[in-house]
T-cell receptor
Framework: DVKVTQSSRYLVKRTGEKVFLECVQD?????MFWYRQDPGLGLRLIYF???????EKGDIPEGYSVSREKKERFSLILESASTNQTSMYLC????????????FGDGTRLSIL | GESVGLHLPTLSVQEGDNSIINCAYS??????FIWYKQESGKGPQFIID?????DKRQGQRVTVLLNKTVKHLSLQIAATQPGDSAVYFC????????????FGKGTLLTVNP
């Protein structure tokens, strides 16, 4: 089974802090994704990466950056956290083959005070 | 519990009944579709997928039907159990993208014992 592990289930940070969310997958997947999930808005793509050191903006990249130094690890960075970034953050991975499902971690619930 | 289920359409069924969850997708060029299940406090879990060259696919207790003419997808769950209670949402590959999925808002399924 695919295992996508997010380092924290719950995180509380203060406005202006730099926040790192970490994600590791164990299936040697090429593609990795970061989403946020908010009530009424569903899943929205922040960034994705299709290879080491490669990244592409998703639908809502503002206020975020990412890092992919190793194939199995994809980090989401909030450069200066703001209260409107309080959300559930979900990491996913998928194989590079055509028409493959994304597999998700259990999420990090981030609160910015 | 987590708030992902707020503001969603809901379906309430009795244990042992069959459930049908519907999804209207947006892009006629999409050719790959996925159903996910999300339990409270967990990440989305892959259930079943279907490619556009098929109109039906069966898994264990689940069947997905695809009607490309009206851009409609449905998930049928046979003999629904309390453990099936969750938010279910569909995803499409955004006009044939190899990376990007567009997710529906979801339906909250409640199974009454």
């Amino acid at each position: 089974d695919v295992k996508v592990t997010q380092s924290s289930r719950y995180l509380v940070k203060r406005t202006g802090e730099k926040v790192f969310l970490e994600c590791v997958q164990d299936m040697d997947h090429e593609n990795m994704f970061w989403y946020r999930q908010d009530p009424g808005l569903g899943l929205r793509l922040i960034y994705f990466s299709y290879d080491v050191k490669m990244k592409e903006k998703g639908d809502i990249p503002e206020g975020y950056s990412v890092s992919r130094e190793k194939k199995e690890r994809f980090s989401l960075i909030l450069e200066s956290a703001s209260t409107n970034q309080t959300s559930m953050y979900l990491c996913a991975s998928s194989a590079a083959l055509l028409n493959q499902p994304q597999h998700f971690g259990d999420g990090t619930r981030l609160s910015i005070l | 519990g987590e708030s992902v289920g707020l503001h969603l359409p809901t379906l309430s069924v009795q244990e042992g009944d069959n459930s049908i969850i519907n999804c209207a997708y947006s892009n006629s060029a999409s050719d790959y579709f996925i159903w996910y299940k999300q339990e409270s406090g967990k990440g989305p879990q892959f259930i079943i997928d279907i490619r556009s060259n098929m109109d039906k696919r069966q898994g264990q207790r689940v069947t997905v039907l695809l009607n490309k003419t009206v851009k409609h997808l449905s998930l049928q769950i046979a003999a629904t159990q309390p453990g099936d209670s969750a938010v279910y949402f569909c995803a499409e590959n955004s006009g044939g993208s190899n990376y990007k999925l567009t997710f529906g808002k979801g339906t909250l399924l409640t199974v009454n014992p």
